[in-house]
């Protein structure tokens, strides 16, 4: 069994991918969302050890853990989707593209347009929330103890929105073209 090995495969290099600014831009922001990530679990960690070893808790980690998690979550989601790792029926799609290519890349390009859609107008509708927290200064926390302004995580959403339905067009694009973008991960 082992003998049925391809040696000179496994040592073949893949050929190098071609350059893609919107991965590139998609990928930075999953990266921001990433050391924040890190960031916030360094901050909980340390609000933990202070709560129970110091009887000194950090101000505002729950408000801020709260808000950052949205923050996050819409700076990794157009990587998420650039990448096909967004949920989906798969076993739908693949079996179709398998019995009848033609309607299972039908139903791909609808699913394409009908998630840019939706991204788009998740960024449309947080737009003018966001612009109603700067003009009131709007905050979150305790006034007094510790507050943080609201529309910077709003723009994060009209951002994230914005990157979402990007993605899904490149993707709606490369499949009407007939070439599929491939999954990484």
């Not at 990157?163 to 491939?182: N, S």
């Amino acid at each position: 069994m082992a003998d049925d090995i391809d040696m000179a495969a496994l040592e073949r290099t893949a050929p190098p991918a071609p350059f893609d600014p919107i991965r590139l831009l998609l990928d930075a922001l999953a990266a921001i969302g990433t050391i924040w990530t890190f960031g916030l679990m360094l901050l909980i960690c340390a609000d933990v050890i202070g709560r129970s070893f110091l009887s000194m808790p950090i101000t505002g980690v729950s408000e801020i853990a709260a808000h950052s998690i949205v923050g996050i979550v819409f700076l990794q989601i157009g990587a998420t989707i650039y990448s096909k790792r967004m949920t989906r029926a798969d076993f739908l799609i693949e079996g179709l593209l398998y019995r009848s290519p033609g309607i299972g890349r039908f139903i791909e390009a609808v699913f394409l347009l009908i998630g840019a859609a939706v991204m788009a107008f998740v960024a449309w509708a947080a737009w003018p929330g966001m612009w109603t927290s700067l003009a009131t200064r709007e905050f979150f926390g305790v006034q007094g103890l510790f507050t943080v302004p609201t529309w910077p995580f709003r723009g994060l959403i009209i951002l994230g929105g914005a990157a979402g339905a990007l993605a899904y067009l490149m993707l709606f694009v490369a499949e009407i073209a007939g070439r599929r973008i491939p999954a990484r991960g």
